[in-house]
């Protein structure tokens, strides 16, 4: 029972760079999120998604880009490194309907020089 | 505006030193709080769900209270193994929050010596 899967766990990037950070899930969960974790600051959403082919923006959405073509899978892309997405990134998903808890992965931290 | 604010920021205990965390709250209208453990390196691991004031929740050495303001994290004789960062989250209600608004708390960092 795997749960959620965020794949890499490190990642240094030069300024400009782009990447897609992975993020998958075996729990058959509606609703998946990202989010940027800094010191001093709560975990703050960037994207979401609530089903196959739906997707929004969060809090911080700028310079991510997301989409999800399965229930299982939710990548996060980074258009164009910058030092200010320093930080760590952790998905998440959940059931639908309110009161749900999330779930999250162990999270990818990622570097931009 | 919608906030989450967690206290004390870190707490070091003595094993078997019983304390509590808290956390309190401004939002519109409360969906649900959540109380999460975080170890270092890890993502945040789901303890208890809260949903109206007077509910209480319980866990081994982790009991979880909520007020219409405020939630408390009582931790009883803690041992060691304890030692985490401890998140309080809210889903709000209000107006414009859609299906999917959680706010975090930064957090309550706790060291249990032995």
């Known amino acids: 029972n795997a749960g959620v899967t965020q794949t890499p766990k490190f990642q240094v990037l030069k300024t400009g760079q782009s990447m897609t950070l992975q993020c998958a899930q075996d729990m058959n969960h509606e609703y998946m999120s990202w989010y940027r974790q800094d010191p001093g600051m709560g975990l703050r959403l960037i994207h979401y998604?609530?089903?196959?082919?739906?997707?929004d923006q969060g809090e911080v959405p700028n310079g991510y880009n997301v989409s999800r073509s399965t229930t299982e899978d939710f990548p996060l892309r980074l258009l164009s490194a910058a030092p200010s997405q320093t930080s760590v990134y952790f998905c998440?998903?959940?059931?639908?309907?309110?009161?749900?808890?999330?779930?999250f992965g162990d999270g990818t931290r990622l570097s931009i020089l | 505006e919608d906030q989450v604010t967690q206290s004390p920021e870190a707490l070091r205990l003595q094993e078997g030193e019983s304390s509590s965390l808290n956390c309190s709250y401004t939002?519109?209208?409360?969906?649900?709080l959540f109380w999460y453990r975080q170890d270092p390196g890890k993502g945040p691991e789901f303890l208890f769900t809260?949903?109206?004031a007077g509910e209480e929740k319980e866990k081994e050495r982790l009991k979880a209270t909520l007020t219409k303001k405020e939630s408390f994290l009582h931790i009883t004789a803690p041992k060691p193994e304890d030692s985490a960062t401890y998140l309080c989250?809210?889903?709000?209600?209000?107006?414009?929050?859609?299906?999917?608004?959680?706010?975090f708390g930064t957090g309550t960092r706790l060291k249990v010596l032995a």
């Open positions: 939002v519109s209208g409360l969906r649900g």
């Open positions: 989250a809210v889903q709000d209600a209000g107006e414009g929050s859609g299906t999917y608004k959680y706010i």
């Open positions: 998440a998903s959940r059931r639908g309907g309110f009161k749900q808890p999330q779930h």
């Open positions: 998604s609530v089903g196959a082919g739906i997707t």
């Open positions: 809260l949903y109206s």
